[in-house]
């Protein structure tokens, strides 16, 4: 297998990765398996997750899929269940599922008199049900899973739970108002579950990736031919380092977070990824 960065060494640990059917947490899944992690990919889309574990598994790690719906506690406790029956306790638990929905989302980013009547999604037409789905995937789909694997992990030393924010909990984009909301959410959880589970062994921080190409925003950065879309030139154009991140630029900061030896006594913190994102003015 691939070495690993900061030779993070896994071995023995059993990771589990929320959302592990999707670009970046597929990723995650690699990057723990090669630092010796027996890895359990969660994700609704079972097909997809597999395929990711296969691959790992041909790389000589050791991985198994498991179809699972972050938002039904009762199927997360029986995959935890599962999980530990198959690969052992949960050490490390990524909690990677989330996204966005359309009824959730404005057409535009500023609204202007007349939009209420005119042909166009404003403020005023979010739907209720898509902005309350948005909420429950990013919160309750990290709130769950931490319920269902950290019963694994209390009273044991050493174990990491990594949730994903999101530069959106920094300053919220235009146009996505509830997961910029439910992403600030997952911060200031982030915060709340390090406090309370300093005291049984479990370390608890986020990683709050910058902008990365992805299937799942593809359509917002790109157009049906290939170019960039004028959102993408803001983007670039409020990203000090210009260019989108590679997933395996979030390698290090994962594996730092849940490094025992290097990060011991880091718990509660938010790890931008960003290339300068966050900290440009715009000016």
């Given at each position: ?37 027996k ?22 790690g ?57 042909d ?44 994903i ?117 715009g000016?």
């Amino acid at each position: 297998m691939k070495k690993n960065v900061l030779n993070t060494d896994l071995t023995g640990k059993v990771a589990v990765v929320t959302g592990a059917g999707g670009v970046l947490c597929s990723a995650f899944a690699k990057t723990l398996a090669r630092a010796g992690a027996k890895v359990a990919l969660l994700d609704l889309n079972f097909e997809a997750a597999e395929g990711f574990a296969k691959e790992i598994i041909e790389e000589g790690g050791i991985a198994k899929a498991y179809k699972c719906n972050v938002l039904d506690k009762e199927i997360c406790y029986a995959v935890a269940d599962e999980v530990e029956k198959d690969l052992g306790k949960c050490d490390i638990l990524i909690n990677g599922a989330g996204g966005n929905n359309p009824r959730a989302t404005t057409d535009k980013e500023y609204f202007e008199i007349g939009d209420i009547d005119a042909d166009t999604k404003s403020f005023f037409d979010l739907d209720a049900d898509g902005v309350g789905f948005v909420f429950n995937l990013n919160f309750l789909g990290t709130l769950i899973p931490t319920q269902s694997f950290a019963r694994q992990m209390v009273g044991r030393q050493g174990c990491n739970i990594i949730n994903i924010s999101s530069m959106n909990a920094y300053t919220p984009l235009t146009k996505i108002p509830a997961y910029s909301g439910a992403k600030a959410a997952i911060s200031n959880f982030t915060q709340w579950l390090a406090v309370h589970f300093s005291k049984v062994g479990i370390r608890v921080n986020a990683i709050a990736p910058g902008f990365f190409s992805t299937k799942q925003n593809a359509k917002l950065l790109f157009n049906e031919d290939g170019t960039p879309t004028a959102r993408t030139g803001k983007i670039l154009a409020a990203t000090p380092m210009g260019r989108f991140g590679e997933s395996a630029e979030l390698d290090g900061s994962l594996l730092f977070l849940i490094n025992n030896d290097a990060a011991g006594f880091i718990t509660g913190v938010v790890l931008p990824v960003d290339g300068g994102f966050s900290a440009y003015s715009g000016v």
